[in-house]
Protein backbone atom coordinates (compact mmCIF):
# COMPACT_ATOMS: atom_id res chain seq x y z
CA UNK A 1 0.00 0.00 0.00
CA UNK A 2 2.73 2.76 1.23
CA UNK A 3 4.18 1.71 -2.76
CA UNK A 4 0.89 2.22 -4.18
CA UNK A 5 1.03 6.12 -2.40
CA UNK A 6 4.56 7.01 -2.89
CA UNK A 7 3.83 6.15 -6.90
CA UNK A 8 0.99 8.56 -6.41
CA UNK A 9 2.36 11.03 -4.81
CA UNK A 10 5.36 10.68 -7.37
CA UNK A 11 3.04 11.06 -10.35
CA UNK A 12 1.10 13.84 -9.14
CA UNK A 13 4.24 15.81 -8.28
CA UNK A 14 5.83 15.02 -12.10
CA UNK A 15 2.55 16.27 -13.45
CA UNK A 16 2.25 19.37 -11.42
CA UNK A 17 5.80 20.03 -12.48
CA UNK A 18 4.59 19.53 -16.24
CA UNK A 19 1.91 22.10 -15.70
CA UNK A 20 4.23 24.97 -14.54
CA UNK A 21 6.49 24.47 -17.21
CA UNK A 22 3.87 24.03 -19.93
CA UNK A 23 2.13 27.11 -18.01
CA UNK A 24 4.97 29.47 -17.69
CA UNK A 25 4.59 29.37 -14.33
CA UNK A 26 8.21 28.01 -13.16
CA UNK A 27 10.02 30.09 -16.00
CA UNK A 28 11.52 32.73 -13.20
CA UNK A 29 13.15 29.43 -11.57
CA UNK A 30 14.83 27.77 -14.28
CA UNK A 31 15.86 31.19 -15.15
CA UNK A 32 17.73 31.27 -11.77
CA UNK A 33 18.91 28.26 -12.17
CA UNK A 34 20.13 28.98 -15.65
CA UNK A 35 22.11 31.61 -14.15
CA UNK A 36 23.06 29.91 -11.28
CA UNK A 37 25.19 27.32 -13.51
CA UNK A 38 26.17 29.17 -16.51
CA UNK A 39 26.47 32.50 -15.16
CA UNK A 40 27.69 32.21 -11.70
CA UNK A 41 28.09 35.46 -10.04
CA UNK A 42 26.61 37.64 -12.52
CA UNK A 43 23.45 40.56 -11.55
CA UNK A 44 20.08 38.96 -12.12
CA UNK A 45 16.53 40.38 -12.64
CA UNK A 46 14.15 40.48 -10.28
CA UNK A 47 10.79 38.37 -10.61
CA UNK A 48 8.66 41.30 -11.85
CA UNK A 49 11.47 42.46 -14.73
CA UNK A 50 12.07 39.29 -15.65
CA UNK A 51 8.33 39.07 -16.68
CA UNK A 52 8.34 41.89 -18.58
CA UNK A 53 11.55 40.85 -21.18
CA UNK A 54 9.86 37.72 -20.91
CA UNK A 55 6.26 39.21 -22.08
CA UNK A 56 8.03 41.57 -24.52
CA UNK A 57 9.91 39.07 -26.55
CA UNK A 58 7.11 36.68 -26.88
CA UNK A 59 5.05 39.19 -28.39
CA UNK A 60 7.56 40.28 -30.47
CA UNK A 61 7.10 38.18 -33.36
CA UNK A 62 4.63 35.99 -35.17
CA UNK A 63 3.34 33.81 -31.94
CA UNK A 64 0.05 32.85 -33.11
CA UNK A 65 -2.41 31.68 -36.20
CA UNK A 66 -5.71 31.36 -36.27
CA UNK B 1 0.79 -11.84 -31.57
CA UNK B 2 -1.29 -8.98 -29.69
CA UNK B 3 1.27 -6.36 -31.41
CA UNK B 4 1.29 -7.87 -34.81
CA UNK B 5 -2.34 -7.61 -34.98
CA UNK B 6 -2.62 -3.84 -33.79
CA UNK B 7 -2.19 -1.69 -36.95
CA UNK B 8 -3.63 -4.07 -39.22
CA UNK B 9 -6.82 -4.16 -36.93
CA UNK B 10 -6.62 -0.17 -37.16
CA UNK B 11 -5.87 0.09 -40.16
CA UNK B 12 -9.34 -2.40 -40.61
CA UNK B 13 -11.39 0.04 -38.01
CA UNK B 14 -10.41 2.69 -40.00
CA UNK B 15 -11.31 1.81 -43.29
CA UNK B 16 -14.85 0.71 -41.66
CA UNK B 17 -15.42 3.66 -40.21
CA UNK B 18 -14.40 6.03 -43.55
CA UNK B 19 -16.67 3.79 -45.79
CA UNK B 20 -19.58 3.89 -43.54
CA UNK B 21 -19.19 7.84 -43.51
CA UNK B 22 -19.08 8.24 -47.33
CA UNK B 23 -21.22 5.74 -48.53
CA UNK B 24 -24.12 6.30 -45.89
CA UNK B 25 -27.27 7.81 -47.76
CA UNK B 26 -30.50 8.19 -46.06
CA UNK B 27 -29.90 6.82 -43.26
CA UNK B 28 -28.58 8.59 -40.03
CA UNK B 29 -25.15 7.33 -39.27
CA UNK B 30 -23.52 8.42 -35.80
CA UNK B 31 -20.88 10.94 -34.74
CA UNK B 32 -18.33 7.99 -33.38
CA UNK B 33 -18.00 7.15 -36.56
CA UNK B 34 -16.39 10.80 -37.29
CA UNK B 35 -14.61 10.26 -34.17
CA UNK B 36 -13.25 6.97 -34.86
CA UNK B 37 -11.92 6.94 -38.26
CA UNK B 38 -10.21 10.15 -37.62
CA UNK B 39 -8.49 8.76 -35.03
CA UNK B 40 -7.70 5.68 -37.04
CA UNK B 41 -6.21 7.72 -39.59
CA UNK B 42 -4.27 10.06 -37.71
CA UNK B 43 -2.49 7.42 -35.72
CA UNK B 44 -2.22 4.92 -39.04
CA UNK B 45 -0.10 8.59 -40.63
CA UNK B 46 1.49 9.10 -37.51
CA UNK B 47 2.87 5.74 -37.22
CA UNK B 48 3.82 4.65 -40.86
CA UNK B 49 4.22 7.94 -43.37
CA UNK B 50 5.20 10.60 -40.57
CA UNK B 51 7.95 8.43 -39.79
CA UNK B 52 9.02 7.13 -42.94
CA UNK B 53 9.17 10.55 -43.94
CA UNK B 54 11.43 11.65 -40.95
CA UNK B 55 13.50 8.78 -42.00
CA UNK B 56 13.92 8.52 -45.28
CA UNK B 57 12.81 12.15 -46.47
CA UNK B 58 13.91 14.25 -43.77
CA UNK B 59 16.87 12.10 -42.51
CA UNK B 60 16.16 13.07 -38.93
CA UNK B 61 19.21 12.71 -36.82
CA UNK B 62 18.51 12.18 -33.73
CA UNK B 63 22.18 12.94 -32.47
CA UNK B 64 22.47 16.59 -33.51
CA UNK B 65 22.23 19.37 -31.76
CA UNK B 66 19.94 21.65 -31.93
CA UNK B 67 20.07 25.39 -32.06
CA UNK B 68 18.20 24.92 -28.89
CA UNK B 69 21.29 23.26 -27.50
CA UNK B 70 24.14 25.00 -29.32
CA UNK B 71 22.58 28.85 -28.79
CA UNK B 72 20.90 28.14 -25.28
CA UNK B 73 20.76 31.28 -24.05
CA UNK B 74 18.21 30.97 -20.98
CA UNK B 75 15.15 32.47 -22.61
CA UNK B 76 15.06 32.24 -26.35
CA UNK B 77 16.83 29.48 -27.07
CA UNK B 78 16.24 26.48 -24.40
CA UNK B 79 16.16 22.75 -24.61
CA UNK B 80 12.65 22.15 -23.06
CA UNK B 81 10.63 19.05 -22.71
CA UNK B 82 8.93 17.62 -26.03
CA UNK B 83 5.34 17.87 -24.06
CA UNK B 84 6.24 21.12 -22.94
CA UNK B 85 6.86 22.55 -26.50
CA UNK B 86 3.93 20.50 -27.91
CA UNK B 87 1.44 22.56 -25.36
CA UNK B 88 3.15 25.85 -27.11
CA UNK B 89 2.99 24.36 -30.42
CA UNK B 90 -0.61 23.49 -30.02
CA UNK B 91 -1.66 26.56 -28.50
CA UNK B 92 0.23 28.55 -31.32
CA UNK B 93 -1.73 26.92 -33.93
CA UNK B 94 -4.82 25.92 -32.86
CA UNK B 95 -7.18 29.66 -32.68
CA UNK B 96 -10.96 29.60 -33.90
CA UNK B 97 -9.88 28.71 -37.43
CA UNK B 98 -10.06 25.10 -37.20
CA UNK B 99 -13.77 25.38 -35.22
CA UNK B 100 -15.67 28.41 -37.66
CA UNK B 101 -14.40 26.71 -40.95
CA UNK B 102 -16.18 23.34 -40.78
CA UNK B 103 -19.09 24.89 -39.31
CA UNK B 104 -19.24 26.80 -42.62
CA UNK B 105 -18.20 23.95 -44.15
CA UNK B 106 -20.53 21.82 -43.49
CA UNK B 107 -23.14 23.38 -46.04
CA UNK B 108 -22.16 20.86 -49.04
CA UNK B 109 -23.01 18.65 -46.14
CA UNK B 110 -20.82 16.29 -43.91
CA UNK B 111 -19.17 14.49 -46.77
CA UNK B 112 -16.66 17.12 -48.39
CA UNK B 113 -15.72 19.27 -45.26
CA UNK B 114 -14.68 16.14 -43.34
CA UNK B 115 -12.84 14.09 -45.93
CA UNK B 116 -11.13 17.17 -46.56
CA UNK B 117 -9.88 17.48 -42.77
CA UNK B 118 -9.05 13.98 -42.58
CA UNK B 119 -7.24 13.59 -46.10
CA UNK B 120 -5.94 17.06 -46.29
CA UNK B 121 -4.22 16.79 -42.90
CA UNK B 122 -2.68 13.43 -43.08
CA UNK B 123 -1.37 14.67 -46.49
CA UNK B 124 -0.63 17.99 -46.54
CA UNK B 125 -1.08 20.34 -43.32
CA UNK B 126 0.75 17.59 -40.77
CA UNK B 127 3.41 17.23 -43.56
CA UNK B 128 3.84 20.53 -43.95
CA UNK B 129 4.05 21.37 -40.44
CA UNK B 130 6.80 18.82 -39.80
CA UNK B 131 8.97 19.90 -42.85
CA UNK B 132 9.25 23.04 -42.24
CA UNK B 133 9.95 22.97 -38.23
CA UNK B 134 12.81 20.26 -39.56
CA UNK B 135 14.00 23.35 -42.02
CA UNK B 136 13.96 25.85 -39.42
CA UNK B 137 15.81 23.47 -36.76
CA UNK B 138 18.55 22.72 -39.47
CA UNK B 139 18.80 26.75 -40.30
CA UNK B 140 19.19 28.25 -36.26
CA UNK B 141 15.66 28.36 -35.84
CA UNK B 142 15.39 30.90 -38.44
CA UNK B 143 11.81 32.09 -39.34
CA UNK B 144 10.08 31.88 -42.21
CA UNK B 145 10.88 34.98 -43.98
CA UNK B 146 14.67 34.81 -43.26
CA UNK B 147 14.93 31.49 -45.02
CA UNK B 148 13.14 32.94 -47.89
CA UNK B 149 15.39 35.69 -48.25
CA UNK B 150 18.06 33.42 -47.92
CA UNK B 151 16.73 30.96 -50.63
CA UNK B 152 15.26 32.59 -53.18
CA UNK B 153 16.95 36.20 -52.66
CA UNK B 154 15.50 39.80 -51.95
CA UNK B 155 12.21 39.65 -54.43
CA UNK B 156 11.43 35.64 -53.00
CA UNK B 157 11.68 37.21 -49.11
CA UNK B 158 9.59 40.51 -50.18
CA UNK B 159 6.96 38.31 -51.64
CA UNK B 160 6.60 35.95 -48.86
CA UNK B 161 6.36 39.24 -46.46
CA UNK B 162 3.59 40.53 -48.95
CA UNK B 163 1.74 37.25 -49.38
CA UNK B 164 1.28 37.32 -45.11
CA UNK B 165 0.75 40.15 -44.72
CA UNK B 166 -2.45 40.04 -47.18
CA UNK B 167 -3.95 36.69 -45.53
CA UNK B 168 -3.56 38.44 -42.06
CA UNK B 169 -5.62 41.31 -43.17
CA UNK B 170 -8.27 38.81 -45.03
CA UNK B 171 -8.03 36.59 -41.71
CA UNK B 172 -8.51 39.86 -39.25
CA UNK B 173 -11.44 41.17 -41.23
CA UNK B 174 -13.36 37.74 -41.44
CA UNK B 175 -12.89 36.97 -38.02
CA UNK B 176 -13.73 40.30 -36.91
CA UNK B 177 -17.34 39.71 -38.50
CA UNK B 178 -17.39 36.20 -36.62
CA UNK B 179 -17.76 38.73 -33.44
CA UNK B 180 -19.92 40.79 -34.29
CA UNK B 181 -22.43 38.79 -35.90
CA UNK B 182 -22.75 36.94 -33.00
CA UNK B 183 -23.05 39.85 -30.48
CA UNK B 184 -25.76 41.77 -32.46
CA UNK B 185 -28.76 42.33 -30.74
CA UNK B 186 -28.01 40.14 -28.03
CA UNK B 187 -27.57 41.56 -25.09
CA UNK B 188 -26.26 38.87 -23.17
CA UNK B 189 -23.52 37.77 -25.54
CA UNK B 190 -22.34 41.73 -26.08
CA UNK B 191 -21.95 42.03 -22.13
CA UNK B 192 -20.79 38.77 -21.94
CA UNK B 193 -18.29 39.49 -24.62
CA UNK B 194 -17.71 43.26 -23.39
CA UNK B 195 -16.62 42.38 -19.79
CA UNK B 196 -13.95 39.53 -20.97
CA UNK B 197 -11.75 43.68 -21.46
CA UNK B 198 -11.85 44.44 -18.08
CA UNK B 199 -11.24 40.47 -16.57
CA UNK B 200 -8.03 40.38 -19.22
CA UNK B 201 -6.94 43.98 -18.07
CA UNK B 202 -7.49 43.09 -14.30
CA UNK B 203 -5.14 39.53 -14.66
CA UNK B 204 -2.58 41.35 -16.80
CA UNK B 205 -2.38 43.97 -13.83
CA UNK B 206 -2.47 41.00 -11.89
CA UNK B 207 0.60 38.89 -12.93
CA UNK B 208 2.32 42.42 -14.04
CA UNK B 209 2.25 43.80 -10.47
CA UNK B 210 0.58 42.41 -7.76
CA UNK B 211 1.87 39.20 -7.87
CA UNK B 212 4.35 39.06 -10.98
CA UNK B 213 4.62 36.13 -13.27
CA UNK B 214 2.63 33.77 -11.27
CA UNK B 215 0.51 32.35 -14.62
CA UNK B 216 -1.09 29.40 -13.60
CA UNK B 217 -2.31 31.97 -10.17
CA UNK B 218 -3.87 34.19 -12.61
CA UNK B 219 -4.97 32.30 -15.37
CA UNK B 220 -7.22 30.34 -12.73
CA UNK B 221 -8.56 33.64 -11.03
CA UNK B 222 -9.25 34.83 -14.54
CA UNK B 223 -11.17 31.51 -15.54
CA UNK B 224 -13.33 32.06 -12.48
CA UNK B 225 -13.96 35.49 -13.54
CA UNK B 226 -14.98 34.49 -17.24
CA UNK B 227 -17.33 32.32 -16.18
CA UNK B 228 -18.99 34.26 -13.38
CA UNK B 229 -19.22 37.31 -16.68
CA UNK B 230 -21.43 34.35 -18.61
CA UNK B 231 -23.94 34.15 -15.80
CA UNK B 232 -23.86 37.85 -15.41
CA UNK B 233 -24.62 38.02 -18.85
CA UNK B 234 -27.66 36.22 -17.80
CA UNK B 235 -28.37 38.94 -15.26
CA UNK B 236 -28.02 41.52 -17.51
CA UNK B 237 -30.28 40.26 -20.13
CA UNK B 238 -33.33 39.97 -17.31
CA UNK B 239 -32.94 43.43 -16.61
CA UNK B 240 -34.43 45.54 -18.69
CA UNK B 241 -32.71 48.93 -18.90
CA UNK B 242 -29.37 47.55 -19.14
CA UNK B 243 -30.45 44.76 -21.84
CA UNK B 244 -31.53 47.67 -23.81
CA UNK B 245 -27.93 49.54 -23.36
CA UNK B 246 -26.15 46.17 -24.36
CA UNK B 247 -28.72 45.87 -27.48
CA UNK B 248 -26.65 47.04 -30.59
CA UNK B 249 -27.20 46.57 -34.23
CA UNK B 250 -24.17 45.26 -36.35
CA UNK B 251 -22.54 48.43 -37.86
CA UNK B 252 -22.43 49.88 -33.93
CA UNK B 253 -20.29 46.94 -32.82
CA UNK B 254 -18.48 46.54 -35.98
CA UNK B 255 -17.31 50.13 -35.42
CA UNK B 256 -16.67 49.14 -31.85
CA UNK B 257 -14.75 45.93 -32.86
CA UNK B 258 -12.48 48.51 -35.19
CA UNK B 259 -11.96 51.19 -32.38
CA UNK B 260 -10.77 48.44 -30.06
CA UNK B 261 -8.28 46.50 -32.44
CA UNK B 262 -6.68 49.98 -32.43
CA UNK B 263 -6.79 50.85 -29.27
CA UNK B 264 -5.77 46.65 -28.62
CA UNK B 265 -2.74 47.11 -31.12
CA UNK B 266 -1.09 50.14 -29.24
CA UNK B 267 -1.43 49.03 -26.10
CA UNK B 268 1.21 47.69 -24.08
CA UNK B 269 0.83 43.48 -24.07
CA UNK B 270 1.30 43.20 -20.91
CA UNK B 271 -2.55 44.87 -20.48
CA UNK B 272 -4.62 42.88 -22.25
CA UNK B 273 -2.80 41.20 -25.03
CA UNK B 274 -1.16 38.09 -23.05
CA UNK B 275 -2.81 37.78 -20.13
CA UNK B 276 -6.34 37.10 -22.62
CA UNK B 277 -3.89 34.61 -23.82
CA UNK B 278 -3.41 32.56 -21.56
CA UNK B 279 -6.92 32.74 -20.43
CA UNK B 280 -8.04 31.75 -24.05
CA UNK B 281 -5.30 28.82 -24.00
CA UNK B 282 -6.82 27.78 -20.69
CA UNK B 283 -10.60 27.75 -22.23
CA UNK B 284 -9.17 26.35 -25.46
CA UNK B 285 -8.18 23.01 -23.72
CA UNK B 286 -11.09 22.62 -21.14
CA UNK B 287 -13.65 22.98 -23.85
CA UNK B 288 -12.01 20.46 -26.42
CA UNK B 289 -11.65 18.26 -24.02
CA UNK B 290 -15.18 18.78 -22.70
CA UNK B 291 -16.92 18.20 -25.97
CA UNK B 292 -14.16 15.04 -27.29
CA UNK B 293 -15.77 13.34 -24.05
CA UNK B 294 -19.66 14.47 -24.46
CA UNK B 295 -19.16 13.50 -28.20
CA UNK B 296 -17.94 10.11 -27.28
CA UNK B 297 -19.89 9.48 -24.11
CA UNK B 298 -23.38 10.42 -25.99
CA UNK B 299 -22.91 9.56 -29.39
CA UNK B 300 -25.35 11.70 -31.39
CA UNK B 301 -26.85 10.68 -34.48
CA UNK B 302 -25.59 13.13 -37.33
CA UNK B 303 -28.63 14.89 -39.29
CA UNK B 304 -26.92 16.78 -41.71
CA UNK B 305 -26.99 14.84 -45.16
CA UNK B 306 -23.61 13.64 -47.10
CA UNK B 307 -23.99 15.90 -49.56
CA UNK B 308 -26.26 19.04 -49.96
CA UNK B 309 -27.54 20.62 -53.23
CA UNK B 310 -25.55 23.30 -52.39
CA UNK B 311 -22.34 21.83 -53.61
CA UNK B 312 -23.33 23.91 -57.19
CA UNK B 313 -22.57 26.90 -55.59
CA UNK B 314 -25.91 28.25 -54.83
CA UNK B 315 -25.68 27.75 -51.13
CA UNK B 316 -26.76 30.16 -48.64
CA UNK B 317 -24.21 30.57 -46.11
CA UNK B 318 -21.35 31.82 -48.52
CA UNK B 319 -21.45 31.72 -52.45
CA UNK B 320 -19.48 29.18 -54.24
CA UNK B 321 -19.31 25.66 -55.46
CA UNK B 322 -17.74 22.84 -53.95
CA UNK B 323 -14.18 23.14 -55.53
CA UNK B 324 -12.54 24.87 -54.70
CA UNK B 325 -14.92 26.48 -51.85
CA UNK B 326 -14.45 23.35 -49.29
CA UNK B 327 -10.77 23.88 -49.48
CA UNK B 328 -10.98 28.11 -49.31
CA UNK B 329 -13.31 27.69 -46.13
CA UNK B 330 -11.29 24.96 -44.24
CA UNK B 331 -7.50 26.03 -44.28
CA UNK B 332 -6.99 25.89 -40.62
CA UNK B 333 -7.85 22.41 -39.54
CA UNK B 334 -6.42 21.19 -42.65
CA UNK B 335 -3.77 22.62 -44.11
CA UNK B 336 -3.11 26.55 -43.19
CA UNK B 337 -0.21 28.37 -44.92
CA UNK B 338 0.11 30.11 -41.68
CA UNK B 339 1.51 27.17 -39.60
CA UNK B 340 4.63 27.55 -41.36
CA UNK B 341 5.28 31.11 -39.89
CA UNK B 342 4.64 29.42 -36.11
CA UNK B 343 6.84 25.87 -36.71
CA UNK B 344 9.46 28.62 -37.97
CA UNK B 345 11.12 30.74 -36.08
CA UNK B 346 9.51 29.71 -32.31
CA UNK B 347 9.08 26.47 -31.80
CA UNK B 348 12.38 25.29 -32.69
CA UNK B 349 14.11 27.41 -30.47
CA UNK B 350 12.75 24.80 -27.90
CA UNK B 351 13.45 21.87 -29.11
CA UNK B 352 15.27 19.39 -27.44
CA UNK B 353 16.23 16.93 -30.08
CA UNK B 354 15.24 16.56 -33.34
CA UNK B 355 13.70 13.07 -32.97
CA UNK B 356 10.68 15.25 -31.46
CA UNK B 357 10.19 17.08 -34.74
CA UNK B 358 7.59 14.35 -35.92
CA UNK B 359 5.72 14.55 -32.63
CA UNK B 360 5.60 18.40 -32.56
CA UNK B 361 5.41 18.78 -35.89
CA UNK B 362 2.91 16.38 -37.27
CA UNK B 363 0.93 15.35 -34.16
CA UNK B 364 0.42 18.62 -33.15
CA UNK B 365 -1.35 19.42 -36.83
CA UNK B 366 -2.90 16.11 -36.61
CA UNK B 367 -4.36 17.01 -33.28
CA UNK B 368 -5.81 20.62 -34.12
CA UNK B 369 -7.20 18.42 -37.39
CA UNK B 370 -9.03 16.43 -34.97
CA UNK B 371 -10.53 19.73 -32.95
CA UNK B 372 -11.71 20.27 -36.63
CA UNK B 373 -13.38 16.78 -37.05
CA UNK B 374 -15.47 17.84 -33.96
CA UNK B 375 -16.60 21.47 -35.28
CA UNK B 376 -17.73 19.30 -38.01
CA UNK B 377 -19.61 17.30 -36.07
CA UNK B 378 -20.95 19.62 -33.83
CA UNK B 379 -22.55 21.66 -36.98
CA UNK B 380 -23.64 18.30 -38.51
CA UNK B 381 -25.84 17.28 -34.50
CA UNK B 382 -28.43 20.16 -35.56
CA UNK B 383 -30.88 19.91 -37.22
CA UNK B 384 -30.23 21.24 -40.72
CA UNK B 385 -33.28 23.02 -40.46
CA UNK B 386 -31.62 25.06 -37.60
CA UNK B 387 -28.55 24.88 -39.14
CA UNK B 388 -29.17 26.80 -42.32
CA UNK B 389 -31.60 28.95 -39.99
CA UNK B 390 -28.93 30.14 -38.14
CA UNK B 391 -26.12 30.42 -41.00
CA UNK B 392 -28.19 31.90 -43.70
CA UNK B 393 -27.90 35.11 -43.99
CA UNK B 394 -31.58 37.76 -43.76
CA UNK B 395 -30.81 38.92 -47.67
CA UNK B 396 -31.20 35.18 -48.59
CA UNK B 397 -34.17 33.86 -46.89
CA UNK B 398 -35.81 37.42 -45.75
CA UNK B 399 -35.92 39.62 -42.60
CA UNK B 400 -39.39 37.59 -41.02
CA UNK B 401 -39.35 34.49 -39.23
CA UNK B 402 -42.17 32.68 -41.39
CA UNK B 403 -40.58 34.20 -44.52
CA UNK B 404 -37.00 32.46 -43.43
CA UNK B 405 -38.44 29.21 -42.56
CA UNK B 406 -40.90 28.71 -45.64
CA UNK B 407 -37.78 29.64 -47.74
CA UNK B 408 -35.57 26.76 -45.76
CA UNK B 409 -38.33 24.41 -45.69
CA UNK B 410 -38.54 24.80 -49.59
CA UNK B 411 -34.70 23.98 -49.96
CA UNK B 412 -36.52 20.19 -48.50
CA UNK B 413 -34.76 21.38 -44.77
CA UNK B 414 -37.78 21.27 -43.01
CA UNK B 415 -37.98 23.79 -40.15
CA UNK B 416 -40.80 25.47 -38.74
CA UNK B 417 -40.44 29.62 -37.39
CA UNK B 418 -41.99 28.21 -33.63
CA UNK B 419 -39.39 25.64 -33.32
CA UNK B 420 -36.43 28.21 -33.90
CA UNK B 421 -38.32 30.79 -31.58
CA UNK B 422 -38.64 27.99 -29.25
CA UNK B 423 -34.88 27.21 -29.54
CA UNK B 424 -34.05 31.09 -29.24
CA UNK B 425 -36.04 31.15 -26.10
CA UNK B 426 -33.80 27.90 -24.53
CA UNK B 427 -30.69 29.75 -25.76
CA UNK B 428 -31.40 32.95 -23.98
CA UNK B 429 -31.50 34.91 -27.26
CA UNK B 430 -34.40 36.56 -29.08
CA UNK B 431 -33.98 34.99 -32.47
CA UNK B 432 -31.60 32.93 -33.80
CA UNK B 433 -32.34 33.89 -37.44
CA UNK B 434 -29.37 34.94 -39.47
CA UNK B 435 -26.41 34.13 -37.17
CA UNK B 436 -23.64 34.68 -39.78
CA UNK B 437 -20.75 33.52 -39.20
CA UNK B 438 -20.20 30.31 -38.03
CA UNK B 439 -20.39 31.04 -34.58
CA UNK B 440 -23.38 31.01 -33.05
CA UNK B 441 -24.48 27.63 -34.77
CA UNK B 442 -21.26 25.97 -33.44
CA UNK B 443 -22.15 27.71 -30.01
CA UNK B 444 -26.03 25.85 -30.64
CA UNK B 445 -24.39 22.75 -31.24
CA UNK B 446 -22.09 22.52 -28.50
CA UNK B 447 -24.97 23.65 -26.18
CA UNK B 448 -27.09 20.70 -27.37
CA UNK B 449 -24.07 18.44 -26.92
CA UNK B 450 -23.52 19.74 -23.42
CA UNK B 451 -26.96 20.08 -22.90
CA UNK B 452 -27.93 16.73 -23.34
CA UNK B 453 -25.05 15.82 -20.54
CA UNK B 454 -26.11 18.40 -18.13
CA UNK B 455 -29.44 18.94 -18.60
CA UNK B 456 -31.54 21.19 -20.32
CA UNK B 457 -31.79 24.17 -17.76
CA UNK B 458 -28.24 25.23 -18.72
CA UNK B 459 -29.05 25.77 -22.34
CA UNK B 460 -28.48 29.52 -22.10
CA UNK B 461 -25.52 29.58 -20.19
CA UNK B 462 -23.77 26.86 -21.96
CA UNK B 463 -24.63 28.73 -25.14
CA UNK B 464 -23.19 31.91 -24.26
CA UNK B 465 -20.50 30.21 -22.84
CA UNK B 466 -19.57 29.10 -26.63
CA UNK B 467 -20.23 32.59 -27.59
CA UNK B 468 -17.58 33.78 -24.71
CA UNK B 469 -15.29 31.17 -25.49
CA UNK B 470 -15.14 31.74 -29.00
CA UNK B 471 -14.94 35.92 -29.18
CA UNK B 472 -12.13 35.34 -26.36
CA UNK B 473 -10.69 33.31 -29.28
CA UNK B 474 -11.18 35.30 -32.48
CA UNK B 475 -10.32 38.66 -30.49
CA UNK B 476 -6.64 37.33 -29.23
CA UNK B 477 -5.98 36.29 -33.45
CA UNK B 478 -7.38 39.40 -34.41
CA UNK B 479 -5.09 41.65 -31.62
CA UNK B 480 -1.85 39.20 -32.36
CA UNK B 481 -2.99 39.46 -36.02
CA UNK B 482 -3.44 43.56 -36.10
CA UNK B 483 -0.04 43.51 -33.61
CA UNK B 484 2.22 41.09 -36.19
CA UNK B 485 1.09 43.35 -39.50
CA UNK B 486 2.05 46.14 -37.69
CA UNK B 487 5.17 45.15 -36.96
CA UNK B 488 5.89 43.71 -40.76
CA UNK B 489 4.43 47.32 -42.05
CA UNK B 490 7.16 49.11 -39.79
CA UNK B 491 10.02 46.32 -41.05
CA UNK B 492 9.00 47.42 -45.12
CA UNK B 493 8.95 51.34 -44.06
CA UNK B 494 11.76 50.73 -42.29
CA UNK B 495 13.72 50.19 -45.74
CA UNK B 496 12.31 53.68 -46.85
CA UNK B 497 12.63 55.78 -43.78
CA UNK B 498 14.87 53.81 -40.81
CA UNK B 499 12.54 56.13 -38.21
CA UNK B 500 9.21 54.64 -39.06
CA UNK B 501 11.34 50.85 -38.48
CA UNK B 502 11.20 51.57 -34.79
CA UNK B 503 9.08 49.75 -32.58
CA UNK B 504 9.35 51.62 -29.99
CA UNK B 505 8.70 55.59 -31.90
CA UNK B 506 5.34 56.70 -30.95
CA UNK B 507 4.37 58.35 -33.93
CA UNK B 508 5.43 54.83 -35.88
CA UNK B 509 3.33 52.88 -33.63
CA UNK B 510 0.43 55.20 -34.29
CA UNK B 511 0.77 55.44 -37.91
CA UNK B 512 1.00 51.65 -39.12
CA UNK B 513 -1.94 50.67 -36.57
CA UNK B 514 -4.02 52.90 -37.82
CA UNK B 515 -3.14 51.93 -41.10
CA UNK B 516 -4.11 48.18 -40.28
CA UNK B 517 -7.41 49.36 -38.65
CA UNK B 518 -7.96 51.01 -42.22
CA UNK B 519 -7.69 48.08 -44.36
CA UNK B 520 -9.90 46.10 -41.85
CA UNK B 521 -12.30 49.00 -42.61
CA UNK B 522 -12.69 48.28 -45.98
CA UNK B 523 -14.02 45.15 -45.38
CA UNK B 524 -16.96 46.42 -42.81
CA UNK B 525 -17.61 48.97 -45.81
CA UNK B 526 -18.36 46.07 -48.01
CA UNK B 527 -20.01 44.35 -45.55
CA UNK B 528 -22.52 47.12 -44.26
CA UNK B 529 -22.19 49.74 -47.22
CA UNK B 530 -23.25 47.76 -49.90
CA UNK B 531 -21.99 50.69 -52.53
CA UNK B 532 -18.78 50.38 -51.53
CA UNK B 533 -18.28 46.83 -52.52
CA UNK B 534 -17.46 47.64 -55.83
CA UNK B 535 -14.87 49.73 -55.30
CA UNK B 536 -12.92 47.49 -53.29
CA UNK B 537 -13.83 43.78 -54.59
CA UNK B 538 -11.37 41.46 -53.01
CA UNK B 539 -10.96 37.78 -53.58
CA UNK B 540 -11.62 35.10 -51.35
CA UNK B 541 -14.01 36.99 -48.93
CA UNK B 542 -17.69 36.18 -50.22
CA UNK B 543 -20.27 36.66 -47.60
CA UNK B 544 -23.52 37.19 -48.88
CA UNK B 545 -24.34 40.64 -49.24
CA UNK B 546 -27.20 41.11 -46.53
CA UNK B 547 -28.89 43.67 -48.76
CA UNK B 548 -28.50 41.33 -51.92
CA UNK B 549 -32.14 41.14 -53.24
CA UNK B 550 -30.62 38.68 -55.98
CA UNK B 551 -28.34 35.43 -55.70
CA UNK B 552 -25.49 37.13 -56.78
CA UNK B 553 -22.34 36.24 -55.78
CA UNK B 554 -18.69 38.52 -55.16
CA UNK B 555 -16.04 36.82 -56.72
CA UNK B 556 -12.62 38.53 -56.63
CA UNK B 557 -13.01 40.61 -59.74
CA UNK B 558 -15.41 43.53 -60.68
CA UNK B 559 -18.97 42.81 -61.29
CA UNK B 560 -20.84 44.61 -64.10
CA UNK B 561 -23.61 46.74 -62.24
Not at chain 2, 408 to 435: D, K, N, P, V, Y
Request: charged share 15%; net charge positive.
Amino acid sequence: MPEILAWIHRKWLSSWALLRQVSGDDAYDRYLAHQASCHPGQPVLNRKEFFQRRLTRKWQGISRCC
Amino acid sequence: MLKKLLWPGVAVLGALALSTIALARGESINALWFVTAAVCCYSLAYRFYAAWIAAKVLTIDASRATPAERLNNGHDFMPTNKWVVFGHHFAAIAGPGPLVGPTLAAQFGYLPGTLWIIIGGVLGGCVQDMVILFCSTRRDAKSLGQMARDELGPIGGAAALTGTITIMIILIAVLGLVVVNAMKHSPWATATVGATLPIAMFIGLYMRSIRPGRVLEGSLLGVVLLLLAVAGGGWIDGSETLSNFFDRDGLTLAWLVIAYGFAAAILPVWLLLAPRDYLSTFLKLGTIVLLAIAIVWLRPAIKMPALTTFIDGTGPIFGGSLFPFVFITIACGAISGFHALISSGTTPKLLANERDIRMIGYGGMALESFVAVMAMVAACVLEPGVYFAINSPAGIVGKEAAEAAAKISSWGFSISAEHMQELARQMGESTLFARTGGAPSLAVGMASIFGRVFGDGLLALWYHFAIMFEAVFILTTLDAGTRVGRFMLQDMLGNIWPKLGETSWTPSVVLTSADRQRLGLFFVYRRYRPEWRRQYPVAFVRYRQPNAGSNRVIRGHRHPG
